[in-house]
């Protein structure tokens, strides 16, 4: 639902001037000091999200926004550099200064169980364009969003989510900012 044009290292600053942290990668010990902080109501502002796929690979990057320090109440946004070539792609790869970095942003709301295994995970806010709008407004506030366009992806979607009684829906659209600075 959002994508911002520059180089790695420009998403990784830009992100992080807007007051996002970069997110510790999905490991057990990372983990366990997910589970230990939340049991001792710690914030932990670099909390790992689990890993999602697009274009065949888990995100290259992913960033988490607290909700008030809480644990359980998140922002996060996952980016994967569009693949050369592609028809997402705008430049030569991940080290490019044009890389396109398709972003699924959302907002951990709760906890619920897996629709196909039980177990325990984050619910999500079924409005995602909310956070791509979050995003965007966090990046003019610290004056690093250049252009912005707006492209309508497909049809506006309603999916089901994971969750048990989990669903996503948007309008459709992906915000493409070009970083600069």
Do not use: C
């Amino acid at each position: 639902n959002i994508g911002l044009i520059g180089s790695r290292r420009q998403l990784i600053t830009a992100m992080e001037a807007a007051g996002w942290h970069r997110a510790d990668p999905h490991r057990l010990p990372y983990v366990l000091r997910f589970i230990w902080r939340g049991f001792l109501g710690q914030p932990y502002p670099n909390a790992p999200v689990s890993y999602l796929y697009l274009f065949g690979r888990k995100q290259d990057v992913a960033f988490v926004h607290a909700v008030e320090n809480s644990l359980v109440h998140r922002h996060h946004v996952r980016f994967w550099a569009a693949p050369a070539g592609s028809d997402w792609s705008f430049g030569p790869g991940p080290n490019s200064s044009a890389t396109l970095w398709v972003g699924a942003s959302s907002l951990d709301v709760g906890a619920a169980l897996i629709r196909h295994n039980f177990q325990l995970t984050h619910m999500i806010d079924p409005d995602t364009d909310v956070e791509r709008e979050l995003i965007v407004q966090h990046l003019k506030n610290v004056g690093l969003a250049g252009s912005i366009k707006r492209v309508k992806l497909s049809s506006p979607y309603r999916l089901a989510n994971r969750v048990w009684r989990g669903y996503l829906h948007s309008d459709g659209e992906m915000a493409v900012v070009r970083l600069t600075g």
